[in-house]
């Protein structure tokens, strides 16, 4: 798969689009991004380039952005998709709009080719009943900042052939993926269902006044957020013995909380008009200051735990155990 030969598309860029767009010039795709708003049409470029720019500087890429820039096109016109193999939805979470938009990329987009979404939570299976082809539909779930991080869901929709699956599975690996292929359409995908249960876990356990924002934080980050770099859930049972986790669920699962309403907590933040770090007002309070400088370092962050990332791969064992037998250590 040679992705300079791959010419892909991301229609919608706001915040996600925008790194959507990095990743795939730096994975070297040429790239058509449509921006039909005329506000992102203005502001898309500083934004690609802004990314390049700390890419540059953290030393994910090696050329100026002008280098990458050469592969892009942004424009307004779907007719631009003519070419295009694939192309990245990434317009708001709103149903109605993404009916409208694939009307608009189908009347240009080559009946062959692969239109994918990159929906949150809005079923595959219903999306894809909005366009001609629905065995070429799948969800393609980015987590942002998309250059940066290894995280992609592929879902397939109950109409998509799982061939198209597998193919993205392939050639995912070429933007720095480890992907997730869903072979089975469910609400919430596979990362979001595991860390909704938290996030109502977490809230419950604040409201309960068992703990505060602060310390259910500090557990996440010190226990659970520590070692998943390395290993998911499953290893990490196996890393520190099954048998301790099956007793213990005896006990626990039917203490945990299982509500299915949104908690007071969370719904008070948002009638108050709280955003999070966008507006300073979130579980947290911030001066503007504070906001400003958690953005700021959470970029910061995303590159370091980059490299860190990229020294434990999935397969990490599995090269160790080849390099070990090549120096005949095994
Ligand atoms: N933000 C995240 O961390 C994140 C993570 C995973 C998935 N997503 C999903 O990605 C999608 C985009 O999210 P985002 O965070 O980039 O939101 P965003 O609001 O930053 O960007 C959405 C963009 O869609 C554009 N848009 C609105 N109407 C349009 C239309 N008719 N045609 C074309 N473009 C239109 C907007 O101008 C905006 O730039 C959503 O479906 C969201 O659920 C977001």
Redesign the pocket.
């Known amino acids: 798969m040679n992705t300079q030969e791959i010419p892909v598309s991301v229609?919608?860029?706001?915040?996600?689009?925008?790194s959507i767009v990095t990743c795939l010039l730096i994975a070297g795709h040429p790239v058509v991004a449509?921006?039909?708003?005329p506000?992102?049409l203005d502001n898309a470029e500083d934004r690609i380039r802004e990314h390049f720019v700390n890419a540059l500087e953290n030393g994910l890429v090696e050329n100026p952005p002008e280098y990458y820039f050469k592969n892009l096109k942004i424009t307004e016109d779907y007719a631009d998709l003519r070419d295009c193999r694939l192309v990245v939805?990434?317009?708001?979470?709103?149903v109605m709009?993404?009916e409208?938009?694939y009307k608009?990329i189908e009347a240009h987009l080559p009946a062959d080719a692969l239109l994918t979404?990159?929906?949150?939570?809005?079923p595959i299976s219903t999306l894809q009943q909005m366009t001609e082809h629905p065995a070429r539909f799948l969800g393609l779930?980015?987590?942002?900042p998309a250059h940066t991080t290894r995280f992609l869901e592929i879902i397939c929709g109950n109409d998509t052939d799982i061939k198209n699956g597998e193919y993205l599975y392939e050639l995912s690996h070429k933007w720095g993926k480890e992907p997730i292929l869903v072979r089975k359409d469910i609400a919430g995908f596979i990362t979001n269902r595991l860390m909704y249960a938290m996030y109502r876990e977490a809230i419950s356990l604040v409201e309960g006044g068992y703990a505060t924002v602060e310390d259910v934080d500090r557990a996440c980050r010190n226990n659970t957020g520590y070692f998943m770099t390395l290993a998911g859930v499953f290893r990490w049972m196996d890393l520190t013995g099954v048998p301790a986790y099956h007793t213990v669920m005896k006990r626990l699962l039917p203490t945990l909380n299982n509500s299915t309403e949104v908690p007071e907590l969370i719904d008070k933040i948002v009638r108050e008009g709280g955003k999070g770090v966008a507006n300073a007002h979130g579980f947290h309070e911030y001066t503007p200051e504070e906001a400003k400088l958690w953005e700021e370092t959470f970029t910061e962050f995303t590159y370091d735990i980059r490299k860190l990332a990229l020294k434990y791969p999935g397969d990490v064992v599995k090269k160790k155990l080849k390099e070990k037998r090549e120096e005949g250590n095994l």
């Open positions: 229609v919608g860029l706001g915040l996600m689009g925008c449509v921006a039909p708003i506000i992102d939805e990434c317009t708001i979470e709103n709009i993404k409208q938009v608009k979404s990159n929906t949150s939570a809005i779930h980015w987590t942002e």
